[in-house]
């Protein structure tokens, strides 16, 4: 046993993880439109409406609550001879292809209807892609920090796709094109098209799966009872859940403030830039951190140091681009921490309810997690956008100080608070290094004697793990 054990806790290589973690970057390039630049450009650009796009959003994401369950179930339970994962990242990329293709480079004249059918399409693709890369990630290794490494790694493909991304808006500024916005939209949708099936290729050809083992029946019953009852499940949920509603605050009312409230012009996309060029470099800090003081703890102190700097936004005079950019950037420290650590708790989370139910349901718990984070997206497009109506305000269009006041106020307190209430969340997080490697070495017991018996049916004889009275659980 310790020998597996010490094998399966080998660091992966820098080429294997730099294979493993590209396709993020194209996930995130269609991610970051979605919440930061499509809503303002339905909304505003092709005259749907605040109101009506925040709620075509919400109702779209809310989709993602019956769909993801069911891929996730079905990621765990389809194996091939090319693994559990692989194959399902490969069929997502035709369906990821085509919806881009139709939101980002939309017909002249639109509709809610176009907007809401090809959104659920577009969704399908996208939970199918991201629940299948994050259980691969975290079927890579069983090692407690090696697993925040993959998702370090991921969550830096992720970012650097969302900065690459933020540079085709300034280029294609630069040139001048006679309708500015759907140029843009439509630069970040085919360099999502022309990446995502070169880094798919690369992930799927050089990075194996690791083996893992089948899973036992368990009744329907106590399945559900193991997820409803587990403690770890519902702090990571609730912590991401929330954390979705705050993300999807800033993001989807960011260009508001640059561009109405704070009057930044052509200098928005650089704010952006310098908060995820900050997140990416500051991921090396935060995983030693982690290592130091535990993820869940991490993730607190983090949640906290967000609700310190968000208020900072509130002092940036209007048109100072340079007090913009120094606030971003600080803001910029801790915000790759909560995703990349969440996305490494829930790896522990799923060893945890296979010791309790012998089920191995990381699809599922992935598939939560993301639904949970939708869920969060949604309500604050809808919610943000209605308050945004609510307080008569008008996009790029005459707004009075008190209206532009609000909306700082609208994208500063709800954000504070919700990450001072992640914080609390996460402190009581109960599965911490030790606790983790308990269930690893149960787990790797259990794979012992399941080869063995494997073996003595095989032969008809007793194994050498058998014989030498390896203890069952």
């Not at 704010?271 to 470099?281: E, N, P």
């Not at 007090?323 to 915000?335: F, S």
């Not at 700082?408 to 307190?413: F, H, K």
Request: glycine letters at 8%; one cysteine or more; proline letters at 7%.
């Amino acid at each position: 046993m310790t020998t597996a054990t010490q094998q399966g806790r080998q660091p992966l290589s820098r080429w294997t993880l730099f294979a493993f973690a590209l396709p993020a970057a194209p996930i995130s390039a269609m991610g970051l439109p979605l919440a930061v630049h499509l809503p303002p450009f339905y909304a505003g650009s092709l005259g749907l409406g605040l109101t009506v796009v925040g709620t075509i959003f919400m109702f779209a994401r809310f989709w993602d609550v019956f769909t993801d369950p069911v891929l996730g179930i079905v990621s765990d339970k389809y194996e091939t001879r090319f693994g559990r994962r692989r194959h399902w990242i490969v069929i997502s990329v035709p369906i990821m292809l085509v919806s881009v293709y139709m939101i980002f480079m939309p017909p002249v004249a639109v509709t809610g209807f176009y907007l809401v059918a090809w959104l659920f399409v577009l969704y399908v693709g996208w939970t199918l892609l991201t629940i299948s890369h994050m259980s691969w990630g975290a079927e890579l290794t069983p090692d407690y920090h090696e697993r925040s490494r993959v998702q370090g790694a991921r969550e830096i493909a992720l970012i650097l796709g969302m900065v690459f991304v933020l540079t085709l808006p300034i280029l294609i500024e630069m040139t001048g094109p006679e309708d500015v916005a759907a140029a843009r939209v439509a630069s970040m949708g085919w360099f999502v098209i022309i990446l995502l099936p070169i880094a798919v290729f690369l992930a799927v050809r050089f990075v194996p799966e690791r083996k893992t083992p089948p899973p036992s029946h368990v009744p329907m019953k106590e399945a559900v009872a193991a997820l409803v009852q587990s403690k770890p499940l519902q702090n990571v949920l609730a912590a991401d859940l929330i954390s979705g509603i705050s993300g999807g605050l800033v993001a989807s009312m960011f260009l508001f403030l640059a561009e109405d409230a704070l009057q930044l012009g052509k200098y928005s996309s650089l704010m952006l830039l310098g908060y995820f060029i900050s997140g990416v470099s500051f991921i090396p800090v935060m995983l030693w951190i982690s290592r130091k003081l535990g993820k869940h703890r991490t993730a607190a102190y983090s949640a906290l140091f967000n609700a310190a700097s968000v208020p900072l936004i509130l002092l940036v005079p209007v048109g100072n681009a340079p007090a913009a950019l120094a606030v971003w950037i600080l803001c910029g420290v801790n915000m790759a921490a909560g995703p990349f650590l969440f996305r490494s708790i829930m790896a522990d989370v799923a060893d945890h309810d296979t010791v309790r139910t012998g089920q191995q349901r990381t699809g599922l718990f992935y598939s939560m997690l993301t639904m949970t984070n939708k869920i969060g997206v949604a309500v604050a497009i809808f919610g943000g956008y209605t308050m945004l109506d609510m307080i008569g305000f008008t996009p790029r269009g005459e707004n009075t100080p008190e209206v532009l006041n609000a909306l700082r106020a609208v994208y500063v307190w709800p954000a504070c608070a919700i990450s001072i209430a992640v914080a609390g969340i996460l402190w009581f997080y109960p599965i911490d290094e030790k606790k983790q490697r308990e269930n690893r070495e149960v787990l790797e017991k259990r794979g012992i004697e399941a080869a063995a018996t494997a073996i003595a049916a095989r032969t008809g004889h007793p194994s050498d793990a058998q014989s030498s009275g390896v203890p069952a659980d």
